[in-house]
């Protein structure tokens, strides 16, 4: 039972910003490449944004380069996602998701090769 919980997702006007957290089990977190997904109604879900294990490479879709940030609290065992200048095409639900490796800088971008997903937070971007 690997548990994955994403929260802070809500309504916002666009242009605006939002912070979206990844609290994982820390076994999961400790040994598991993580990223962000999205998913808009009738669309296939796709990537957003990835870290390696040790947070030190990150990756981004092009749709949101250079608008979202994507760390990682291993402390906290949390994986964060900052958006901003947020537009309507955003509008989605925003899964986390979780790959154990072995390497500590790695990650994937295909959402079937990630083994463990949180529950999904919507976001909505109005016009």
């Known amino acids: 039972q690997v548990q994955l919980v994403e929260t802070g997702g809500g309504l916002v006007q666009a242009g605006g910003s939002l912070r979206l957290s990844c609290t994982a089990s820390?076994?999961?977190?400790?040994?598991?490449?993580m990223a962000w997904f999205r998913q808009a109604p009738g669309k296939e879900r796709e990537f957003v944004a990835a870290?390696?294990?040790?947070?030190?490479?990150?990756g981004y879709a092009d749709s949101v380069k250079g608008r979202f940030t994507v760390s990682r609290d291993n402390a906290k065992n949390t994986l964060y996602l900052q958006m901003n200048s947020l537009k309507p095409e955003d509008t989605a639900v925003y899964y986390c998701?979780?790959?154990?490796?072995?390497?500590?800088?790695?990650?994937?971008?295909?959402?079937?090769?990630?083994?463990?997903w949180g529950q999904g937070t919507q976001v909505t971007v109005s016009s």
């Open positions: 998701a979780a790959v154990p490796l072995l390497l500590t800088s790695g990650y994937h971008t295909r959402p079937n090769l990630y083994r463990y």
């Open positions: 820390e076994h999961t977190f400790s040994s598991s490449a």
């Open positions: 870290a390696s294990r040790s947070g030190s490479n990150t």
